[in-house]
Protein backbone atom coordinates (compact mmCIF):
# COMPACT_ATOMS: atom_id res chain seq x y z
CA UNK A 1 0.00 0.00 0.00
CA UNK A 2 1.18 3.70 -0.70
CA UNK A 3 -0.20 7.28 -0.24
CA UNK A 4 -2.73 6.93 -3.46
CA UNK A 5 -4.45 3.90 -1.58
CA UNK A 6 -5.27 6.04 0.95
CA UNK A 7 -8.80 8.52 0.83
CA UNK A 8 -8.28 12.06 -0.08
CA UNK A 9 -7.16 13.68 3.25
CA UNK A 10 -10.31 14.90 4.96
CA UNK A 11 -10.13 18.29 7.26
CA UNK A 12 -12.38 18.60 10.22
CA UNK A 13 -13.17 21.25 12.62
CA UNK A 14 -14.28 21.04 16.48
CA UNK A 15 -15.85 24.00 17.87
CA UNK A 16 -16.61 25.17 21.28
CA UNK A 17 -19.39 22.81 23.06
CA UNK A 18 -21.04 23.11 26.31
CA UNK A 19 -22.32 20.11 28.06
CA UNK A 20 -21.89 16.88 26.67
CA UNK A 21 -24.17 14.58 28.38
CA UNK A 22 -24.93 11.02 27.78
CA UNK A 23 -23.43 7.39 27.87
CA UNK A 24 -21.97 5.58 25.17
CA UNK A 25 -19.85 2.64 24.64
CA UNK A 26 -16.87 2.46 22.92
CA UNK A 27 -15.88 0.55 20.32
CA UNK A 28 -14.14 -2.77 20.95
CA UNK A 29 -10.20 -2.66 21.87
CA UNK A 30 -8.02 -2.84 19.40
CA UNK A 31 -5.13 -4.65 20.81
CA UNK A 32 -7.69 -7.50 21.76
CA UNK A 33 -9.39 -7.60 18.58
CA UNK A 34 -6.32 -8.45 16.76
CA UNK A 35 -5.33 -10.91 19.51
CA UNK A 36 -8.45 -13.06 18.93
CA UNK A 37 -8.39 -12.95 15.04
CA UNK A 38 -4.79 -14.29 15.70
CA UNK A 39 -5.65 -17.02 17.66
CA UNK A 40 -8.61 -18.03 16.48
CA UNK A 41 -5.97 -18.31 13.21
CA UNK A 42 -3.85 -20.57 15.00
CA UNK A 43 -6.90 -23.05 15.81
CA UNK A 44 -9.22 -25.64 14.15
CA UNK A 45 -12.72 -25.39 14.84
CA UNK A 46 -14.74 -22.31 15.55
CA UNK A 47 -13.43 -19.03 17.29
CA UNK A 48 -16.42 -16.80 17.94
CA UNK A 49 -16.20 -13.08 18.53
CA UNK A 50 -18.42 -10.72 19.76
CA UNK A 51 -17.29 -7.11 19.70
CA UNK A 52 -14.76 -6.88 17.48
CA UNK A 53 -13.26 -3.48 16.65
CA UNK A 54 -14.30 -3.10 13.08
CA UNK A 55 -11.34 -0.85 12.23
CA UNK A 56 -9.56 -0.70 9.69
CA UNK A 57 -6.16 -1.73 11.63
CA UNK A 58 -8.14 -5.05 12.88
CA UNK A 59 -9.98 -5.51 9.25
CA UNK A 60 -6.60 -5.99 7.54
CA UNK A 61 -5.23 -8.33 10.10
CA UNK A 62 -8.65 -10.39 9.40
CA UNK A 63 -7.68 -9.98 5.18
CA UNK A 64 -4.51 -11.45 6.48
CA UNK A 65 -6.03 -14.32 8.78
CA UNK A 66 -7.80 -15.15 5.46
CA UNK A 67 -4.21 -14.96 3.37
CA UNK A 68 -2.76 -17.09 5.69
CA UNK A 69 -5.79 -19.74 5.27
CA UNK A 70 -8.22 -19.07 7.76
CA UNK A 71 -12.12 -18.53 7.29
CA UNK A 72 -12.91 -15.01 8.25
CA UNK A 73 -16.70 -14.40 8.33
CA UNK A 74 -18.60 -11.51 9.73
CA UNK A 75 -22.18 -11.73 11.06
CA UNK A 76 -23.09 -8.78 12.49
CA UNK A 77 -21.85 -5.72 14.00
CA UNK A 78 -18.81 -6.89 15.79
CA UNK A 79 -19.72 -10.61 15.38
CA UNK A 80 -17.23 -12.50 13.56
CA UNK A 81 -16.16 -15.85 13.03
CA UNK A 82 -12.80 -17.23 12.24
CA UNK A 83 -12.26 -21.09 10.96
CA UNK A 84 -8.06 -21.42 11.82
CA UNK A 85 -6.01 -22.85 10.04
CA UNK A 86 -4.49 -24.04 12.73
CA UNK A 87 -0.95 -24.61 14.37
CA UNK A 88 1.64 -25.48 11.91
CA UNK A 89 -0.65 -25.76 9.15
CA UNK A 90 -0.61 -22.15 7.96
CA UNK A 91 -0.66 -21.57 4.18
CA UNK A 92 2.08 -19.29 1.89
CA UNK A 93 0.28 -16.07 0.91
CA UNK A 94 -0.56 -15.45 -2.38
CA UNK A 95 -0.67 -11.61 -1.86
CA UNK A 96 1.58 -9.17 0.02
CA UNK A 97 0.13 -8.59 3.85
CA UNK A 98 -0.90 -5.05 3.38
CA UNK A 99 -1.54 -3.95 6.95
CA UNK A 100 -2.05 -0.17 6.32
CA UNK A 101 -1.41 2.05 9.34
CA UNK A 102 -1.38 -1.19 11.73
CA UNK A 103 1.51 -1.35 13.81
CA UNK A 104 0.66 -3.87 16.26
CA UNK A 105 -1.27 -5.81 13.78
CA UNK A 106 1.71 -6.50 11.49
CA UNK A 107 4.63 -6.52 14.22
CA UNK A 108 2.02 -9.66 15.74
CA UNK A 109 2.08 -11.43 12.45
CA UNK A 110 5.41 -11.18 11.81
CA UNK A 111 5.90 -13.09 15.14
CA UNK A 112 2.82 -15.85 13.34
CA UNK A 113 4.97 -16.33 10.19
CA UNK A 114 8.10 -16.02 11.49
CA UNK A 115 7.43 -19.56 13.71
CA UNK A 116 6.01 -21.23 10.31
CA UNK A 117 6.80 -22.68 7.12
CA UNK A 118 5.52 -19.91 5.11
CA UNK A 119 7.01 -16.47 3.32
CA UNK A 120 5.04 -13.38 3.43
CA UNK A 121 5.57 -10.13 2.18
CA UNK A 122 4.40 -7.69 4.83
CA UNK A 123 4.25 -3.75 3.80
CA UNK A 124 1.42 -0.84 4.89
CA UNK A 125 1.36 2.71 4.15
CA UNK A 126 3.87 5.75 3.80
CA UNK A 127 3.68 5.78 8.31
CA UNK A 128 3.68 1.87 8.49
CA UNK A 129 6.88 2.13 6.41
CA UNK A 130 8.69 4.49 8.64
CA UNK A 131 7.85 1.61 12.00
CA UNK A 132 10.85 0.08 12.72
CA UNK A 133 10.61 -3.53 12.64
CA UNK A 134 14.55 -4.41 13.56
CA UNK A 135 13.09 -4.72 17.45
CA UNK A 136 10.97 -7.39 15.77
CA UNK A 137 13.31 -9.37 13.04
CA UNK A 138 15.94 -9.14 15.74
CA UNK A 139 14.66 -12.04 18.15
CA UNK A 140 12.45 -13.59 15.20
CA UNK A 141 15.86 -14.46 13.52
CA UNK A 142 17.13 -15.90 17.17
CA UNK A 143 14.34 -18.13 16.72
CA UNK A 144 15.11 -19.32 12.98
CA UNK A 145 13.50 -17.13 10.68
CA UNK A 146 14.80 -15.35 8.03
CA UNK A 147 14.72 -11.91 6.69
CA UNK A 148 14.92 -12.25 2.66
CA UNK A 149 14.54 -8.63 1.97
CA UNK A 150 13.78 -5.29 4.09
CA UNK A 151 14.09 -1.61 3.08
CA UNK A 152 16.66 0.48 5.02
CA UNK A 153 16.68 0.29 8.57
CA UNK A 154 14.88 -3.21 8.67
CA UNK A 155 11.72 -0.98 7.81
CA UNK A 156 8.55 -2.28 5.38
CA UNK A 157 8.26 -3.87 2.88
CA UNK A 158 9.87 -6.73 4.32
CA UNK A 159 9.93 -10.04 2.94
CA UNK A 160 9.81 -13.04 5.95
CA UNK A 161 10.63 -16.66 5.27
CA UNK A 162 9.46 -18.39 8.56
CA UNK A 163 10.74 -21.83 10.45
CA UNK A 164 8.77 -24.84 10.84
CA UNK A 165 11.01 -25.30 13.60
CA UNK A 166 11.22 -22.47 15.83
CA UNK A 167 14.16 -22.76 18.29
CA UNK A 168 13.15 -22.22 21.83
CA UNK A 169 14.50 -18.75 23.35
CA UNK A 170 14.92 -16.99 26.22
CA UNK A 171 14.60 -13.20 24.94
CA UNK A 172 14.82 -10.03 27.02
CA UNK A 173 12.94 -7.46 25.07
CA UNK A 174 14.71 -3.91 24.62
CA UNK A 175 12.26 -1.59 25.18
CA UNK A 176 9.07 -2.17 26.89
CA UNK A 177 6.33 -3.30 24.00
CA UNK A 178 3.84 -5.29 23.60
CA UNK A 179 4.30 -6.00 20.33
CA UNK A 180 7.87 -7.41 20.91
CA UNK A 181 6.54 -9.31 23.62
CA UNK A 182 3.53 -10.99 21.81
CA UNK A 183 5.71 -11.90 18.37
CA UNK A 184 8.12 -13.95 19.95
CA UNK A 185 5.47 -15.57 22.16
CA UNK A 186 3.78 -15.86 19.00
CA UNK A 187 6.60 -17.72 17.46
CA UNK A 188 7.28 -20.00 20.27
CA UNK A 189 3.94 -21.25 19.88
CA UNK A 190 4.75 -23.62 17.12
CA UNK A 191 8.19 -24.27 18.99
CA UNK A 192 8.91 -27.72 20.73
CA UNK A 193 10.57 -26.04 23.52
CA UNK A 194 9.44 -23.33 25.58
CA UNK A 195 9.60 -19.56 24.94
CA UNK A 196 10.64 -17.15 27.50
CA UNK A 197 10.47 -13.25 27.41
CA UNK A 198 11.42 -10.96 29.90
CA UNK A 199 10.59 -7.50 30.07
CA UNK A 200 12.10 -4.93 32.56
CA UNK A 201 8.78 -3.15 32.53
CA UNK A 202 5.29 -4.75 32.29
CA UNK A 203 3.13 -4.10 28.97
CA UNK A 204 0.15 -4.89 28.22
CA UNK A 205 -0.24 -8.45 29.02
CA UNK A 206 -3.76 -9.19 26.68
CA UNK A 207 -1.26 -12.03 24.41
CA UNK A 208 -0.97 -14.18 28.06
CA UNK A 209 -4.25 -13.91 28.45
CA UNK A 210 -5.71 -14.61 25.06
CA UNK A 211 -3.17 -17.55 25.10
CA UNK A 212 -4.09 -18.82 28.52
CA UNK A 213 -7.79 -18.75 27.19
CA UNK A 214 -7.06 -20.69 24.03
CA UNK A 215 -5.75 -23.06 26.26
CA UNK A 216 -1.91 -22.59 25.97
CA UNK A 217 0.53 -23.15 29.04
CA UNK A 218 1.92 -19.72 29.99
CA UNK A 219 3.01 -18.42 32.99
CA UNK A 220 3.91 -14.92 34.08
CA UNK A 221 5.77 -14.24 37.18
CA UNK A 222 7.34 -10.73 38.49
CA UNK A 223 10.69 -9.72 37.10
CA UNK A 224 12.48 -6.99 39.49
CA UNK A 225 10.88 -4.18 40.41
CA UNK A 226 8.31 -3.59 37.68
CA UNK A 227 9.19 -6.48 34.87
CA UNK A 228 7.53 -9.92 33.87
CA UNK A 229 9.29 -13.28 32.97
CA UNK A 230 6.75 -14.86 31.08
CA UNK A 231 7.21 -18.41 29.95
CA UNK A 232 5.21 -20.19 27.11
CA UNK A 233 5.65 -23.96 26.72
CA UNK A 234 5.40 -24.85 22.33
CA UNK A 235 2.90 -26.84 20.50
CA UNK A 236 0.15 -26.68 22.80
CA UNK A 237 -3.37 -27.88 21.82
CA UNK A 238 -5.08 -25.27 21.35
CA UNK A 239 -8.72 -24.92 21.40
CA UNK A 240 -11.21 -22.71 19.59
CA UNK A 241 -12.72 -20.46 21.74
CA UNK A 242 -15.58 -17.70 22.36
CA UNK A 243 -13.99 -14.18 23.08
CA UNK A 244 -15.98 -10.68 24.15
CA UNK A 245 -14.03 -8.19 23.03
CA UNK A 246 -14.20 -4.85 25.56
CA UNK A 247 -14.03 -1.52 24.93
CA UNK A 248 -10.97 -0.07 24.28
CA UNK A 249 -9.55 2.13 26.84
CA UNK A 250 -8.24 4.17 24.50
CA UNK A 251 -10.58 4.68 22.29
CA UNK A 252 -12.88 6.05 25.70
CA UNK A 253 -9.85 8.50 26.59
CA UNK A 254 -11.22 10.93 24.14
CA UNK A 255 -15.04 10.89 24.91
CA UNK A 256 -13.61 10.85 28.68
CA UNK A 257 -11.00 14.03 28.44
CA UNK A 258 -13.81 15.79 26.08
CA UNK A 259 -16.27 15.54 29.19
CA UNK A 260 -13.28 16.87 31.47
CA UNK A 261 -12.47 20.31 29.73
CA UNK A 262 -15.94 21.02 28.11
CA UNK A 263 -18.08 23.04 30.64
CA UNK A 264 -21.18 21.86 32.19
CA UNK A 265 -20.31 17.66 30.84
CA UNK A 266 -21.47 15.27 32.63
CA UNK A 267 -21.38 11.37 30.76
CA UNK A 268 -20.97 7.87 31.16
CA UNK A 269 -18.65 5.12 29.28
CA UNK A 270 -20.00 2.05 29.41
CA UNK A 271 -17.88 -1.35 29.41
CA UNK A 272 -14.54 0.21 29.22
CA UNK A 273 -11.56 -2.60 30.01
CA UNK A 274 -10.00 -1.15 33.59
CA UNK A 275 -6.80 -3.81 33.01
CA UNK A 276 -4.11 -2.40 35.18
CA UNK A 277 -1.99 -2.29 32.28
CA UNK A 278 -3.76 0.12 30.17
CA UNK A 279 -5.34 2.42 33.26
CA UNK A 280 -2.25 4.77 32.95
CA UNK A 281 -4.08 7.44 32.44
CA UNK A 282 -7.04 7.08 35.11
CA UNK A 283 -4.59 7.11 37.39
CA UNK A 284 -3.03 10.97 36.09
CA UNK A 285 -6.24 12.09 35.63
CA UNK A 286 -7.51 11.28 39.13
CA UNK A 287 -4.34 12.69 40.37
CA UNK A 288 -5.01 15.94 38.30
CA UNK A 289 -8.70 15.82 40.18
CA UNK A 290 -10.65 14.93 37.85
CA UNK A 291 -13.84 14.16 38.34
CA UNK A 292 -14.32 11.18 37.36
CA UNK A 293 -16.14 8.06 38.82
CA UNK A 294 -15.29 3.97 38.05
CA UNK A 295 -18.89 2.50 38.87
CA UNK A 296 -19.90 -1.32 38.24
CA UNK A 297 -16.66 -2.80 38.11
CA UNK A 298 -17.10 -6.63 37.24
CA UNK A 299 -15.39 -9.36 34.85
CA UNK A 300 -16.34 -9.85 30.63
CA UNK A 301 -14.63 -12.24 28.95
CA UNK A 302 -11.88 -12.53 31.33
CA UNK A 303 -10.90 -9.04 31.15
CA UNK A 304 -11.82 -6.34 34.32
CA UNK A 305 -14.15 -3.96 32.65
CA UNK A 306 -16.98 -0.91 34.17
CA UNK A 307 -18.55 2.38 33.52
CA UNK A 308 -16.90 4.91 33.67
CA UNK A 309 -18.93 8.80 34.78
CA UNK A 310 -16.69 11.59 33.83
CA UNK A 311 -17.68 15.15 34.61
CA UNK A 312 -16.53 18.13 33.61
CA UNK A 313 -13.34 19.70 36.04
CA UNK A 314 -12.99 23.23 36.31
CA UNK A 315 -10.11 22.40 38.81
CA UNK A 316 -7.28 20.32 37.11
CA UNK A 317 -4.00 20.73 38.17
CA UNK A 318 -0.56 19.73 36.41
CA UNK A 319 1.05 16.52 37.56
CA UNK A 320 4.36 15.13 37.35
CA UNK A 321 3.85 11.70 35.36
CA UNK A 322 6.58 9.48 36.03
CA UNK A 323 8.65 7.70 33.32
CA UNK A 324 7.43 3.93 35.02
CA UNK A 325 3.91 4.95 33.69
CA UNK A 326 4.57 5.20 30.12
CA UNK A 327 3.80 1.77 29.08
CA UNK A 328 0.50 1.70 30.95
CA UNK A 329 -0.74 4.65 29.11
CA UNK A 330 1.39 4.65 26.13
CA UNK A 331 -1.28 5.51 23.40
CA UNK A 332 -2.94 7.96 25.82
CA UNK A 333 -0.39 10.53 25.64
CA UNK A 334 -1.86 12.63 23.07
CA UNK A 335 -5.21 13.66 24.70
CA UNK A 336 -3.31 14.04 28.13
CA UNK A 337 -1.40 16.71 26.78
CA UNK A 338 -4.77 17.98 25.78
CA UNK A 339 -6.23 17.90 29.25
CA UNK A 340 -2.93 19.29 30.66
CA UNK A 341 -3.19 22.18 28.78
CA UNK A 342 -6.10 23.16 30.15
CA UNK A 343 -5.00 22.62 33.60
CA UNK A 344 -3.53 24.81 35.81
CA UNK A 345 -0.22 24.78 35.98
CA UNK A 346 2.67 22.43 34.71
CA UNK A 347 2.53 19.05 33.76
CA UNK A 348 5.63 17.01 33.08
CA UNK A 349 5.61 13.95 31.28
CA UNK A 350 8.57 11.96 31.34
CA UNK A 351 10.30 8.96 29.65
CA UNK A 352 8.69 8.85 26.21
CA UNK A 353 11.12 8.01 23.53
CA UNK A 354 8.60 5.32 22.59
CA UNK A 355 6.30 8.10 21.08
CA UNK A 356 8.72 8.74 18.54
CA UNK A 357 7.67 5.61 17.04
CA UNK A 358 3.80 5.53 16.61
CA UNK A 359 2.21 6.12 13.50
CA UNK A 360 3.71 9.58 13.87
CA UNK A 361 6.12 11.17 15.80
CA UNK A 362 4.04 11.81 18.32
CA UNK A 363 6.19 14.07 20.50
CA UNK A 364 7.14 16.07 18.02
CA UNK A 365 2.85 16.63 16.76
CA UNK A 366 2.08 17.02 20.00
CA UNK A 367 3.89 19.85 20.42
CA UNK A 368 3.63 21.28 17.22
CA UNK A 369 -0.22 21.31 17.72
CA UNK A 370 -0.33 22.31 20.97
CA UNK A 371 2.09 25.38 19.80
CA UNK A 372 -0.65 25.85 16.94
CA UNK A 373 -3.14 26.22 19.77
CA UNK A 374 -1.44 28.74 21.40
CA UNK A 375 -0.06 26.32 24.66
CA UNK A 376 3.23 27.01 25.88
CA UNK A 377 4.99 23.51 25.90
CA UNK A 378 8.50 22.34 25.45
CA UNK A 379 10.33 18.80 24.58
CA UNK A 380 13.35 18.53 26.65
CA UNK A 381 15.07 15.12 25.93
CA UNK A 382 12.16 12.67 26.16
CA UNK A 383 10.13 14.61 28.27
CA UNK A 384 7.15 16.72 27.55
CA UNK A 385 6.35 19.81 29.99
CA UNK A 386 2.85 21.37 29.15
CA UNK A 387 2.24 24.56 30.79
CA UNK A 388 -1.67 24.51 30.98
CA UNK A 389 -3.87 27.84 30.84
CA UNK A 390 -6.46 27.34 33.37
CA UNK A 391 -9.15 26.44 31.72
CA UNK A 392 -8.18 29.46 28.82
CA UNK A 393 -6.42 27.73 25.69
CA UNK A 394 -7.10 29.93 22.58
CA UNK A 395 -7.23 27.23 19.62
CA UNK A 396 -7.67 28.36 16.16
CA UNK A 397 -4.89 26.29 15.48
CA UNK A 398 -4.39 23.64 12.08
CA UNK A 399 -2.84 20.35 13.20
CA UNK A 400 -0.90 18.29 11.25
CA UNK A 401 -2.29 14.72 12.15
CA UNK A 402 1.04 12.92 9.96
CA UNK A 403 -1.42 9.61 9.20
CA UNK A 404 -1.74 9.37 13.07
CA UNK A 405 -5.31 8.43 14.10
CA UNK A 406 -4.85 9.48 17.92
CA UNK A 407 -3.19 13.07 16.99
CA UNK A 408 -6.74 13.80 14.65
CA UNK A 409 -8.89 12.85 17.93
CA UNK A 410 -6.74 14.69 20.61
CA UNK A 411 -7.19 17.80 19.18
CA UNK A 412 -10.37 17.61 18.03
CA UNK A 413 -11.02 17.21 21.55
CA UNK A 414 -9.29 20.25 22.47
CA UNK A 415 -11.57 22.42 19.94
CA UNK A 416 -14.32 21.71 22.02
CA UNK A 417 -13.46 23.55 25.15
CA UNK A 418 -10.76 25.93 23.21
CA UNK A 419 -12.32 29.66 22.79
CA UNK A 420 -11.52 29.27 18.59
CA UNK A 421 -12.01 26.04 16.63
CA UNK A 422 -9.56 23.96 16.07
CA UNK A 423 -9.16 22.07 13.15
CA UNK A 424 -7.03 18.74 11.68
CA UNK A 425 -5.69 18.45 8.48
CA UNK A 426 -7.22 15.02 8.15
CA UNK A 427 -9.94 12.87 10.04
CA UNK A 428 -9.62 10.08 7.75
CA UNK A 429 -7.51 7.88 9.96
CA UNK A 430 -9.50 7.28 12.53
CA UNK A 431 -10.96 4.65 10.82
CA UNK A 432 -8.05 2.68 12.04
CA UNK A 433 -9.13 2.28 15.34
CA UNK A 434 -12.23 3.92 16.36
CA UNK A 435 -14.85 4.48 13.19
CA UNK A 436 -17.86 5.71 15.09
CA UNK A 437 -15.93 8.58 17.02
CA UNK A 438 -17.78 11.68 14.86
CA UNK A 439 -21.74 10.31 15.68
CA UNK A 440 -20.61 8.93 19.04
CA UNK A 441 -19.23 12.76 19.92
CA UNK A 442 -21.74 14.33 18.49
CA UNK A 443 -24.61 12.41 19.98
CA UNK A 444 -23.16 13.47 23.17
CA UNK A 445 -23.10 17.09 22.03
CA UNK A 446 -19.93 17.99 20.56
CA UNK A 447 -19.74 20.47 17.95
CA UNK A 448 -17.75 19.01 14.68
CA UNK A 449 -17.73 20.73 10.91
O1 LIG B 1 0.42 -4.82 21.66
C1 LIG B 1 -0.42 -3.94 21.40
O2 LIG B 1 -1.60 -4.22 21.11
C2 LIG B 1 0.02 -2.53 21.43
C3 LIG B 1 1.19 -2.19 22.05
C4 LIG B 1 1.71 -0.82 22.13
O3 LIG B 1 2.81 -0.70 21.25
P1 LIG B 1 4.31 -1.13 21.68
O4 LIG B 1 4.36 -2.59 21.82
O5 LIG B 1 5.17 -0.64 20.53
O6 LIG B 1 4.59 -0.40 22.95
C5 LIG B 1 0.66 0.22 21.75
O7 LIG B 1 1.27 1.46 21.52
C6 LIG B 1 -0.15 -0.20 20.55
O8 LIG B 1 -1.14 0.73 20.25
C7 LIG B 1 -0.85 -1.51 20.80
C1 LIG C 1 0.38 2.92 18.43
C2 LIG C 1 -0.83 2.54 18.03
O1 LIG C 1 -1.13 1.46 17.22
P1 LIG C 1 -0.21 0.53 16.33
O2 LIG C 1 1.15 0.43 16.96
O3 LIG C 1 -0.93 -0.75 16.27
O4 LIG C 1 -0.14 1.18 14.97
C3 LIG C 1 -2.04 3.26 18.51
O5 LIG C 1 -3.15 2.77 18.23
O6 LIG C 1 -1.94 4.32 19.15
Given at each position: MNDATHPEPAPLSASRSTGLSGRLRPPGDKSVSHRALILGLLCVG?????????????????????????????????????????????????????????????????????????????????????RPMRRILDPLQLQGARVLE?????????LLQGTAEPLPIEYKTPVASAQIKSAVLLAGLNSPGRTTVIETEASRDHTEKMLLHFGAQVVSEPFGEHGRKITLEGRPQLRAS????????????????????????????????????????????????????????????????????ARYSADLRGV?????????????????????????GETRMRGLSELRVKESDRLAAIAAGLTANGVDCAIEGDDLFVRGGAGDVKGGGLVETHLDHRIAMSFLVMGLAARQAVTVDDETMIATSFPAFRPLMEKLGAKFS
Open positions: ETQIEGLLEGDDVLRTGAACRQLGARVVRHGEGLWTVNGAGLGSLLNPEEILDFGNAGTGSRLMMGVVGGHAVTARFDGDASLRKQAEGGRCPIKVCVPADPSSAAFPLAAALITEGSDITIEGVMTNPLRSGLLTTLLEMGAHIEVENRRVEGGEEVADIRDVPAARAPSMIDEYPILAVVAAFAS
